[in-house]
């Protein structure tokens, strides 16, 4: 028998035809940040028959051709699922999906709130024809390529925050037939690109001043509760829609006194007026140093002529001269603070020139804004101007806070909050916390609200003025999982706060006050919770500009909707809790703050740990009734958290062990960050949310392992 031989020429061959294939699919492989961002997408994706070639594990997007998905090299790139007829979220990790520049999900059933993260390089974002809720993310703030955005047709609701600061490349923007309210963000002015806004179809109020300058040639704002006039720069728009709205009849008000009206010019009539302008500039000057030069010699022969009494004159005029910088301290209190209002958004040149005039010139001119700038225009000072008038020490010094009157809020009357409780009657009594009461507000239409009723003693020593800036910076706060204050009362001694009620109460009686009649909190859900609750706190510690402490997380001040998603209350009171003399509660305090100020941005971190320990174990911060050792949560949990047959013994037996073994072990790892004993190695919030998110990927693998799979958890 012969034995066929392989020439080394042909084996050769063989290598070379085979290689290229080898090395392509090498290269090609998906990155796997992105292969993990798809996975977690798919699990929270239905119905998973319409997503072709998607895995919950793994996978190689770029090559498997997987639906929806096209790819440049090793990188996802472009994402477009739109009108599958999805229902379900997007999940949690779409911040990895970095190289994408097209994400497109419009025309589905998805529901919940936009994922807080997007993809951070997107230019074309489309969100539209769905379910969404919550408010429009602040995440959207830091995509600076995004050139288009649609969130038509959800289910937005709240205000817009001002976001837009960086959005210089965005040319159309569609938020129309959604629930937004509030009014228009003065951060709008910087979309210098914007061509096509629609706006129409939701609950905007207030005036459209803030668009006047903007370049738009496609402009919707219909059906919504906008006042005041329609700017004449507006008028000559292409596209214009502006009916259902609150307009005023009759012709437009002047301008305030120095102000000149918007005009909307092209680049090439904006460089000849600057050119004219310029000229006039030049030919002033030079007629001002001819006079100046006149007066100079007049004077000098007026002084040599005069008497002293004409010297002692001319003596105090001369103190009245621009030559001398004026510094802070020599304008009183109320007109600096003043001038710090009215002249954050005047220009470099117009600083400059009052920061070298003289104390008679610039309250001359302080005193001239005064009377132009009227109640309008202060309605209109953007959010982040007044978050970044306060910080938590001006909180604690009344003395360096801004006073303003302007609230945009609705202003309850005592009378009424009276009848709706029932004179405040103790079978309205919803709780009480470190700084007051909460009663629940009954009215004839069905509206039902929380009020929470500050103790008077925290307005001793002419502090009552404080209550009207906490209302002010409350009403700035806009996030999903924040309890955002709708109202305020404040008559005859009395300081209220109003909020919307939410019927399922606190996470504190749903882990602790349990019934015959409540259901336990599935795993998944005290995951969304801890998730919720962490970006809470994230947007007060790392978006707010100063920074906000809160001071007195707890689950009793994490009160839950009908979906069981958290919102955090008593954002923006810490003043007060720093004022309490029992501020400090037992199992919640971080070791450091051995007084309410000694609280930092890592002492918030150390309370959501507590927070989290309670969602694992059930169990209270503090228990007198528990054996010594174990009475105080932190102590007794802490050496246990990275044991995994200690886990399984602490969860909280309300699970039923229905819960992922690995979830409850990365869980119970972030928990143990946050409640280092020393500050420094605390994670920030913006790191505990990622962590949160993190731990519960990969469920159903997980849940494969339970002791128990039949397992009923809600939709997560």
Same mark, same amino acid.
């Given at each position: 028998m012969m034995m066929m031989m392989i020439s080394p020429c042909t084996f050769l061959c063989w290598i070379i035809l085979t290689t290229p294939f080898t090395v392509h699919v090498v290269l090609s492989k998906t990155d796997p940040r992105q292969v993990s961002a798809l996975n977690d997408m798919y699990q929270y994706l239905n119905p998973r028959d319409k997503l072709a070639g998607w895995k919950s594990n793994g996978g190689n997007p770029c090559d498997d051709s997987w639906k929806g998905i096209t790819c440049s090299g090793s990188d996802v790139t472009e994402i477009n699922l739109s009108g599958l007829g999805l229902t379900g979220?997007?999940?949690?990790?779409?911040?990895?999906?970095?190289?994408?520049?097209?994400?497109?999900?419009? !025309?589905?059933?998805?529901?919940?709130?936009?994922?807080?993260?997007?993809?951070?390089?997107?230019?074309?974002?489309?969100?539209?024809?769905?379910?969404?809720?919550?408010?429009?993310?602040?995440?959207?703030?830091?995509?600076?390529?995004?050139?288009?955005?649609?969130?038509?047709?959800?289910?937005?609701?709240?205000?817009?925050?001002?976001?837009?600061?960086?959005?210089?490349?965005?040319?159309?923007?569609?938020?129309?037939?959604?629930?937004?309210?509030?009014?228009?963000? =003065?951060?709008?002015?910087?979309?210098?690109?914007?061509?096509?806004?629609?706006?129409?179809?939701?609950?905007?109020? &207030?005036?459209?001043?803030?668009?006047?300058?903007?370049?738009?040639?496609?402009?919707?704002?219909?059906?919504?509760?906008?006042?005041?006039?329609?700017?004449?720069?507006?008028?000559?728009?292409?596209?214009?829609?502006?009916? &259902?709205?609150?307009?005023?009849?009759?012709?437009?008000?002047? #301008?305030?006194?120095?102000? !000149?009206?918007?005009? +909307?010019?092209?680049?090439?009539?904006?460089?000849?007026?600057?050119?004219?302008?310029?000229?006039?500039?030049?030919?002033?000057? &030079?007629?001002?140093?001819?006079?100046?030069?006149?007066?100079?010699?007049?004077?000098?022969?007026? +002084?040599?002529?005069?008497?002293?009494?004409?010297?002692?004159?001319?003596?105090?005029?001369?103190?009245?001269? #621009?030559?001398?910088?004026?510094?802070?301290?020599?304008?009183?209190?109320?007109?600096?603070?003043?001038?710090?209002?009215d002249f954050k958004d005047s220009s470099s040149a117009t600083e400059k020139h009052l920061q070298t005039s003289s104390s008679m010139g610039l309250r001359r001119l302080n005193s001239e804004r005064h009377k132009s700038f009227n109640k309008k225009e202060m309605a209109n000072v953007p959010a982040s101007d007044h978050l970044k008038a306060f910080?938590?020490?001006?909180?604690?010094?009344?003395?360096?806070? !801004?006073?303003?009157?302007?609230?945009?809020?609705?202003?309850?009357?005592?009378?009424?909050?009276?009848?709706?409780?029932?004179?405040?009657?103790?079978?309205?009594?919803?709780?009480?916390?470190?700084?007051? +009461?909460?009663?629940?507000?009954?009215?004839?239409?069905?509206?039902?609200?929380?009020?929470? !009723?500050?103790?008077?003693?925290?307005? =001793?020593?002419?502090? +009552?003025?404080?209550?009207?800036?906490?209302?002010?910076?409350?009403?700035?706060?806009?996030?999903?999982?924040?309890?955002?204050?709708?109202?305020?009362?404040?008559?005859? &001694?009395?300081?209220?706060?109003?909020?919307?009620?939410?019927?399922?109460?606190?996470?504190?009686?749903?882990?602790?006050?349990s019934d015959d009649f409540s259901k336990p909190l599935t795993w998944n859900t005290r995951v969304r919770i801890a998730l919720g609750t962490a970006r809470a706190l994230e947007y007060l510690h790392e978006v707010c500009s100063p920074s906000y402490l809160h001071k007195n997380i707890r689950t009793s001040n994490i009160v839950l909707d009908a979906e069981l998603n958290p919102h955090l209350c008593e954002c923006g009171l810490a003043m007060f809790h720093e004022r309490a003399s029992k501020n400090l509660n037992a199992g919640y305090t971080a070791p450091e703050c051995t007084k309410p100020s000694a609280y930092t941005l890592k002492s918030d971190v150390y309370s959501f740990g507590v927070v989290m320990l309670e969602l694992l174990t059930g169990r209270k911060p503090f228990d007198s009734s528990k054996q010594r050792s174990e009475q105080y949560l932190v102590q007794w949990a802490s050496p246990q958290l990275h044991d995994l047959d200690a886990l399984e013994r602490m969860a909280d037996p309300a699970l039923r062990g229905l819960y992922p073994p690995k979830s409850l072990s990365r869980f119970a790892n972030v928990t143990a960050l946050c409640v280092q004993s020393e500050p420094e190695f605390r994670p920030n919030m913006s790191e505990v949310a990622r962590l949160v998110q993190r731990s519960n990927m990969s469920q159903r693998d997980d849940l494969s392992a339970s002791r128990r799979t039949n397992d009923d958890d809600d939709d997560y």
């Open positions: 979220s997007l999940g949690f990790q779409l911040d990895k999906l970095d190289k994408v520049t097209y994400f497109d999900v419009s !025309k589905n059933n998805l529901k919940d709130n936009i994922p807080y993260q997007l993809p951070p390089h997107t230019q074309q974002l489309d969100l539209s024809g769905n379910q969404f809720t919550g408010t429009v993310p602040y995440s959207i703030s830091q995509m600076a390529d995004l050139k288009s955005l649609n969130l038509n047709r959800n289910k937005l609701s709240g205000s817009l925050s001002d976001i837009f600061g960086k959005l210089t490349k965005l040319t159309t923007m569609d938020l129309s037939y959604n629930s937004i309210s509030g009014s228009l963000p =003065q951060g709008l002015k910087s979309l210098s690109s914007l061509s096509k806004l629609h706006i129409q179809n939701n609950q905007f109020t &207030g005036s459209i001043d803030v668009l006047a300058d903007l370049s738009l040639d496609n402009l919707n704002v219909a059906n919504n509760q906008f006042n005041g006039w329609i700017p004449d720069e507006l008028k000559d728009i292409k596209h214009l829609e502006t009916g &259902g709205n609150r307009w005023s009849s009759g012709p437009a008000p002047p #301008p305030p006194p120095g102000q !000149k009206p918007h005009t +909307r010019k092209s680049k090439k009539e904006s460089g000849k007026s600057g050119l004219s302008k310029g000229a006039i500039a030049g030919i002033l000057v &030079g007629v001002l140093v001819v006079l100046g030069v006149i007066i100079a010699l007049l004077s000098r022969r007026k +002084r040599s002529s005069s008497n002293s009494s004409h010297f002692l004159e001319e003596n105090k005029l001369s103190r009245r001269q #621009p030559f001398t910088p004026l510094s802070s301290q020599e304008l009183s209190s109320d007109v600096h603070a003043k001038m710090q209002e910080n938590d020490k001006e909180f604690a010094n009344p003395s360096n806070v !801004k006073r303003s009157s302007s609230i945009k809020i609705p202003q309850y009357s005592l009378a009424d909050l009276q009848n709706a409780t029932g004179n405040f009657a103790g079978s309205s009594l919803l709780g009480e916390g470190l700084i007051g +009461r909460v009663y629940k507000a009954k009215y004839p239409d069905g509206r039902v609200l929380a009020v929470k !009723k500050i103790d008077s003693s925290f307005f =001793q020593d002419g502090q +009552r003025t404080e209550f009207t800036e906490v209302v002010n910076i409350m009403s700035k706060f806009h996030h999903a999982n924040i309890v955002e204050v709708i109202g305020y009362c404040s008559e005859q &001694g009395q300081n209220m706060l109003i909020f919307e009620y939410f019927r399922n109460g606190s996470l504190h009686e749903f882990l602790h006050v």
